[in-house]
């Protein structure tokens, strides 16, 4: 059964954030760059990423303050502009590639028959990234409990990070393959897929629209060279 | 025994990769968005080189498999493809050139300095897909991705140098839970 | 009824070393033979590291292929011998509940993750949605659900459905209910019985809080202490869970304690003045107030998730309030190093190279180390590496290492879970020399479910709900019964 969601076909997302990202480096000096993007936010508004945007904007502005300031230090205030714009075009990818559930991502790759284990890995790295954030905060704090200081004592403050983070990296990955192998997980079997993942027609006029704006910002690109 | 060992990979192999990988991430995470956006070649590297040998090489020490480092960076690849989808072709021609030269003078992963070899050059192997994909992406030629051609040897030795300390290091963790008997 | 797992002669050992030449090899168990019929409901039950998880895993075939062991005798599963077989295989007939369910969960939906076993056996999408609802309405899970939100008892009963799901009518569950509140355990052992007794499910369950399992299982196997020197555990059987006695060994009376502030008056170490504590949108404390002076004993008592440990973490400073404030001398930077804080899991604590070392790096006088290393018998010991210790005894080594700093305000979160009896007499004498040092007026806060001990650790309780009134004060004898209501 095909799955019915608002969110746009998963690799579509991620071929246009690739596209976008690549057209966005290329046209950072072109004078119209402010119009490209506002053209792709109007399309992604319409396509209802306005939460995404809003979640996303102040860490573009950040960062595109911070990259703006530390080249204005060595360059020009050109220089820096394009710096913003460069940060502007990762903002722009980043709607589209982050608004992809993993899990649509990984049913679509099992769909397009990519290895089982590389979809099951990718989900893994973007679980565990949280859980480990929380495992290094526990150990930061097991360190102030037992008095350590990194000023004081660096190499002391190093085996008291190092090793339990090692030890539960390792007792944290035993426990989970135990875990997939007894839920009937293997490496060389494919497995069914509880949904699938279609290319439907919100999916159709979203493509039209984002090659057709990004056919003319092509043109203009081309045509000024 | 020099031989090239070609195994397939168990579920066990591919989780504890997979978390090695998350580690790996959030280690380099604070330096990400520079190695997104800096448009000089060499800086990325060098601020990358520390954290992901260090990891990684904990990561080889226990999954002693040829290609377990290409697994790393398909991974990691794949994770920032959803951030800046540029980074997968960095990270994963960086494991692949890494791993190919450690294996190509070591055979396998038995012998410590493999291990050495492929973490610690991890990041100093991103620098040329880095400069293939700012030509093609960013229409920048080799000479401008340079600048200084001083400060690229420094940062290129620098990743170099930090990689194979990181891998060091990891490799002394290793040795201690290898006695305690927990790798 | 029919008999569904049978066990010949079975024997596990983990000394698979090649260095062993002269001496005779040591075994966990010997020749173990005993059959478990279908709708069977069994506590398995013993000491920590006794091997309850490696006879389950032996059945589900953990043990020998995912992790090294030597493994003689046979396993038959519903009359077919299934030795030689791998995990997979036997994933057809055995599903195993782990512990940790935390660390299991890999999808951010329940639903999905509820679904990934049966994608994995490959069942069509029309009887996962069906399995998916039934499995829903039994464990009252909600389909939407992030899994990163849930407690840890439901990620448990998350991870039970995941099992249940398969379809395999033999349940290994290893200790599923370790750090979960009695009303989540309580939940998930009806759920287990109503599979037992209703749909025939044979459950295995390990655990060591009997008393909270006891009154639902039929049959109790019991790891006990073997007469052959060279076999550590035998099983004991008892066909009728009634005749069963759980309790403790030989802990001793509380001894009656008159502290040196108790004539002189109260002198104030922590004063909680109206905290707020916020959590996302959620409140874990508004407006709290709480004083505990110089001398007192505290057992915080409380359901998973209700804030045990974030108070604790607030008193010692770790964590800020959202508004209003902890008054205390230990605030100050310097002072700090007067606490002591076991944490819940060892493995944070634990990172030098020996466990004479781990002993040594903060202790305060050689000879209470000293003391400490007799009490807890890691004479033999001292030149390992704390990581090669077993569970029990790291634990036991992580609280040693942080009293051996004669801490004058002691947090112990958890110190008595997954201990057996002897270990928690060791540790409470420990806390009991402690206290004689200084004339009982050292401060102590405890964290605990475990109701063995609570009596032992305290003799004032602070009683944290997720329902209004979130809080009571209480120091009658029979507070604990609280914490179940």
């Known amino acids: 059964m095909c799955k019915r969601t608002r969110d746009i076909h998963p690799i579509l997302s991620l071929v246009s954030s690739l596209l976008l990202f690549v057209a966005g480096l290329l046209f950072v000096k072109e004078t119209w760059y402010w119009a490209y993007v506002a053209t792709f936010l109007v399309l992604f508004l319409l396509f209802r990423y306005e939460k995404l945007i809003l979640k996303l904007s102040p860490f573009i502005l950040i960062f595109g ?26 903002g722009l990818a980043g709607v589209l590639s982050m608004s992809i559930r993993p899990i649509h991502l990984v049913r679509s790759l099992n769909q397009l028959r990519v290895p089982r284990w590389i979809s099951l890995g990718l989900l893994i790295v973007i679980r565990f990234i949280q859980i480990f954030r929380e495992e290094i905060r526990r150990i930061r704090q097991a360190i102030t409990l037992r008095g350590i200081r990194f000023l004081t004592t660096p190499s002391l403050w190093g ?10 990296m390792l007792s944290i990955s035993e426990g989970l393959a135990t875990s997939l192998e007894t839920r009937g997980f293997s490496t060389d079997s494919e497995g069914s897929s509880f949904e699938i993942i279609c290319f439907k027609r919100r999916d159709l006029v979203f493509s039209f629209l984002f090659l057709a704006c990004l056919t003319f910002y092509g043109y203009l690109f081309l045509r000024g060279r | 025994m020099k031989t090239f060992q070609f195994q397939a990979f168990t579920v066990k192999d591919i989780v504890f990769l997979a978390v090695i990988t998350a580690v790996t991430l959030l280690a380099a995470g604070p330096f990400a968005p520079i190695v997104m956006t800096v448009t000089q070649i060499g800086p990325q590297a060098f601020a990358m080189a520390l954290p992901f040998a260090l990891v990684t090489s904990i990561g080889l020490r226990k999954v002693k498999k040829s290609g377990s480092l290409v697994i790393i960076g398909i991974f990691s690849g794949l994770v920032l493809l959803l951030m800046a989808p540029i980074m997968f072709f960095n990270q994963f021609t960086g494991s692949l050139f890494s791993e190919s030269f450690a294996l190509l003078l070591f055979k396998n992963y038995e012998n410590r300095k493999a291990v050495l070899m492929s973490a610690g050059l991890f990041a100093f192997f991103t620098l040329p897909s880095t400069a293939v994909v700012n030509i093609l992406a960013k229409g920048k030629s080799i000479a401008e991705q340079i600048g200084s051609p001083l400060s690229f040897v420094l940062f290129a030795l620098g990743a170099i140098a930090l990689g194979l300390l990181g891998a060091m290091i990891g490799n002394k963790i290793a040795d201690e839970l290898q006695k305690a008997g927990k790798l | 009824m029919s008999c569904v797992l049978e066990v010949v002669n079975l024997s596990l050992s983990y000394d698979v070393s090649k260095e062993r030449t002269n001496r005779e090899q040591q075994w966990i168990f010997k020749e173990l033979n005993f059959k478990v019929s279908q709708g069977d409901f069994i506590m398995l039950t013993g000491h920590s590291g006794c091997g309850k998880s490696s006879l389950l895993n032996m059945i589900n075939g953990v043990i020998p292929n995912l992790k090294k062991a030597e493994v003689e005798g046979d396993i038959y599963i519903h009359g077919q011998r299934v030795t030689d077989r791998s995990v997979r295989e036997r994933t057809k007939s055995v599903g195993s509940v782990f512990q940790n369910p935390r660390e299991q969960i890999i999808f951010d939906q329940v639903a999905d993750e509820i679904v990934f076993p049966m994608e994995n056996i490959n069942e069509t999408p029309m009887r996962m949605r069906e399995k998916l609802t039934s499995l829903l309405d039994m464990t009252g899970l909600s389909a939407d659900a992030k899994t990163a939100t849930l407690s840890g008892g439901e990620k448990q009963k998350l991870m039970t459905a995941c099992t249940l799901g398969m379809d395999q009518k033999i349940l290994l569950l290893d200790e599923p209910l370790a750090n979960m509140d009695a009303r989540s355990a309580k939940e998930l052992l009806e759920l287990l019985k109503r599979l037992s007794d209703e749909e025939n499910y044979t459950v295995i369950l390990s655990e060591h809080r009997q008393e909270l399992v006891l009154p639902y299982v039929d049959k109790v196997f019991s790891c006990v202490k073997s007469v052959d020197k060279n076999v550590e555990m035998t099983l004991e059987f008892r066909d009728n869970a009634e005749d069963y006695e759980c309790g403790l060994s030989s802990l001793p009376d509380r001894p009656s304690r008159e502290t040196a ?111 400490l290393i007799r009490l807890f018998g890691f004479e033999h010991m001292l030149e390992r590496h704390p990581l090669s210790l077993s569970e029990g005894q790291k634990r036991k080594l992580g609280f040693a290492c942080i009293i051996a700093n004669e801490p004058e305000v002691l947090f112990l979160d958890e110190p008595t879970a997954g201990l057996d009896d002897e270990g928690m007499e060791q540790l409470l004498h420990a806390l009991q020399i402690l206290n004689e040092k200084t004339d009982n007026d050292r401060t102590i806060v405890t964290i605990s479910h475990d109701k063995r001990a609570i009596p032992y650790l305290g003799d004032q309780f602070l009683v944290l709900s997720n329902c209004e009134p979130y809080l009571q004060f209480c120091n009658h004898p029979n507070a604990v019964n609280i914490q179940s209501r």
Not at chain 1, 70 to 76: A, E, K
Not at chain 3, 333 to 343: H, T
Not at chain 3, 358 to 364: D, F, Q, S, T, V
């Open chain 1, 65 to 90: 303050l911070v990259m703006g300031g530390l080249t204005l230090i060595n360059g020009s205030r050109q220089d820096a502009l394009y710096a913003v714009y460069r940060v502007l075009a990762l």
């Open chain 3, 261 to 371: 502030q108790a004539t002189a008056g109260a002198k104030p170490v922590f004063s909680v003045e109206n905290i707020d504590y916020r959590v996302g949108d959620r409140f874990l404390f508004n407006n709290f107030s709480w004083q505990i002076n110089k001398g007192e004993e505290w057992v915080i008592l409380g359901e998973n998730g209700c804030g045990k440990t974030t108070l604790l973490n607030l008193l010692f400073g770790l964590v800020r309030p959202t508004a209003g404030a902890i008054v205390s001398p230990y605030s100050k930077k310097r002072n700090k190093r007067k606490i002591g804080y076991v944490l819940q899991n060892p493995d944070y604590q634990l990172f030098m190279p020996h466990v004479k070392d781990e002993l040594y790096l903060n202790a305060k006088s050689p000879e209470f180390v000293e003391r």
């Open chain 1, 159 to 168: 085996r008291a990070f190092f090793i339990p983070l090692t030890v539960r």
